[in-house]
């Protein structure tokens, strides 16, 4: 008689070789999954992906604790909180970005100050003055794919010369790091154009942000991925397809 | 922290911290990582407290928990994954603490080897569920995630059997009745 230990250690070593060719569904599928908001293929992909990694179920199936339970002491209660305040509490820039910040408001006032001597000399010579054409400067705000359902279409951007691209993410973890890759999606295989480091979440309106030159990004579908980064682990948060409209 | 909904929060975590916490330490986590988490998801309530509607204040919180906790779940799974890729040395370390001598290990290899090779000749559906039930999920839990109904999950599973009693001439017991 074979103990039911060695068929879940069979089990077990099957569900480890199943891992090695489904990576885990991001939170987003696996809540979509269990909301019943996802169809046909993609429906039946996580849900064999979910078969291998059955602890992620146990977290979308267990029922919510009693509300009357008590675990923590008062004490444990209260260091809690205090560390929960702490984590609130807005992070001073490291010097580095001090350093960066100082430097980068020294060269914005040697500029400003270049640019009003120059149009003063202009305009005292009487000289015909050309007019310069501004940046367009424009900031987008991204959703996630799928959060508008099925068969959205992808946000359209205008051409900027600076675009700001702000996204959120209600799925995101908190991680120390975060960084932004943008893929376009008009090759075979699509190609990362822009990727960006050390990006952090604003607290004030709870978006990541990133600048981006927009002679980057000429006209075409392009992908744009959140990435929360711990030591050496990167872990895909979000996803947000955008369309780069032609000058 | 100082902002218009401080009061509120607070009476939030007075009320609910100790839930999540438990919420936390029943998905499996060690006692003092389930404070951890749970003190991340009253983080990330106090950052949407704007869009915090008071009326659906424990929906609110277990949904934000499950993710939290499914965040902890798949970091660790690519943190481990990538350990179990680049450290051979650890790998000896943990067959040295299992206990079994190597004839023995063989031998119990031998018999995974066969058991993998009988489960593999079931249908997909098959493999499904007995995969889920062998990793220790309930009918239920089988239920909600292959979108069966629970007699579906029990039929499932004796046809697995009688299968593998065919293939193997074995199969693992279960309970499940008619």
Redesign the interface.
């Known amino acids: 008689?074979?103990d039911?230990s060695?068929?879940?250690?069979?089990?077990?070593?099957?569900?480890a070789e199943?891992?090695k060719r489904f990576d885990?569904p991001?939170?987003e599928e696996?809540?979509d999954y269990?909301g019943g908001k996802l169809e046909g293929d993609h429906a039946a992909h996580v849900?064999?992906a979910?078969?291998?990694?059955?602890?992620?179920?146990?977290?979308?199936?267990?029922p919510?604790?009693?509300?009357n339970?008590?675990?923590?002491s008062d004490s444990?209660?209260e260091r809690?909180?205090a560390?929960?305040?702490r984590?609130?509490?807005p992070e001073p820039l490291p010097f580095i970005t001090r350093r960066k910040v100082a430097i980068a408001l020294a060269a914005a006032a040697v500029v400003g100050l270049t640019l009003a001597v120059v149009m003063t000399s202009r305009s005292t010579s009487n000289g015909p003055i050309t007019p310069t054409k501004a940046p367009i400067v424009a900031t987008w705000k991204f959703r996630p794919d799928g959060i508008a359902g099925a068969g959205q279409r992808p946000l359209q951007i205008h051409p900027c010369d600076r675009c700001i691209l702000k996204v959120l993410s209600?799925?995101?973890?908190?991680f120390p790091r975060y960084r932004i890759d943008i893929v376009y999606l008009g090759v075979n295989p699509p190609r990362t154009v822009v990727s960006r480091m050390d990006i952090h979440r604003d607290?004030a309106d709870?978006t990541w942000a990133i600048e981006v030159d927009g002679k980057r990004l000429p006209q075409g579908f392009y992908r744009l991925d959140l990435y929360?980064v711990?030591?050496?682990?990167?872990?895909k948060q979000s996803a947000y397809t955008f369309e780069m409209l032609g000058r | 922290?100082s902002g218009p909904h401080d009061t509120r929060f607070?009476d939030l975590?007075r009320r609910y911290?100790?839930?999540v916490?438990?919420?936390f330490?029943?998905?499996?986590f060690p006692?003092e990582q389930a404070?951890d988490l749970?003190?991340?998801v009253?983080?990330?309530v106090?950052?949407?407290m704007p869009d915090y509607r008071a009326e659906a204040e424990?929906s609110y919180l277990?949904t934000t928990a499950?993710?939290?906790?499914?965040?902890?779940?798949?970091?660790k799974?690519?943190?481990k994954?990538?350990a179990d890729t680049i450290s051979v040395d650890d790998q000896a370390v943990q067959l040295e603490d299992r206990g079994p001598g190597p004839e023995e290990l063989a031998g119990?290899s031998e018999?995974?080897?066969r058991?993998?090779s009988a489960?593999?000749q079931l249908s997909p559906r098959l493999q499904?569920v007995?995969?889920?039930y062998?990793?220790?999920?309930?009918y239920?839990?089988i239920e909600?995630?292959?979108?069966i109904s629970e007699d579906a999950v029990k039929t499932r599973l004796r046809e697995a059997r009688v299968r593998l009693r065919d293939i193997f001439g074995?199969a693992?017991?279960g309970n499940e009745s008619p």
Request: charged residues 30%.
């Open positions: 008689m074979i039911k060695d068929w879940e250690a069979a089990n077990a070593a099957l569900i199943g891992r885990p991001t939170v696996i809540e269990f849900r064999e979910l078969t291998y990694y059955p602890e992620l179920i146990r977290v979308m199936t267990l919510p604790p009693d509300p339970v008590r675990v923590l444990e209660r809690d909180w560390a929960i305040r984590k609130l509490e209600a799925y995101a973890g908190d607290l709870g929360g711990r030591g050496d682990v990167t872990e | 922290m607070e975590y911290y100790d839930r916490c438990t919420f330490i029943a998905f499996g006692r404070r749970a003190q991340d009253f983080v990330r106090y950052r949407s424990w277990e499950r993710r939290v906790a499914l965040n902890e779940i798949r970091t799974k690519a943190t994954h990538n119990q018999l995974h080897r058991l993998q489960i593999l499904d007995l995969r889920l062998l990793a220790g999920l309930s239920q839990d909600m995630t292959l979108g074995e693992p017991e």
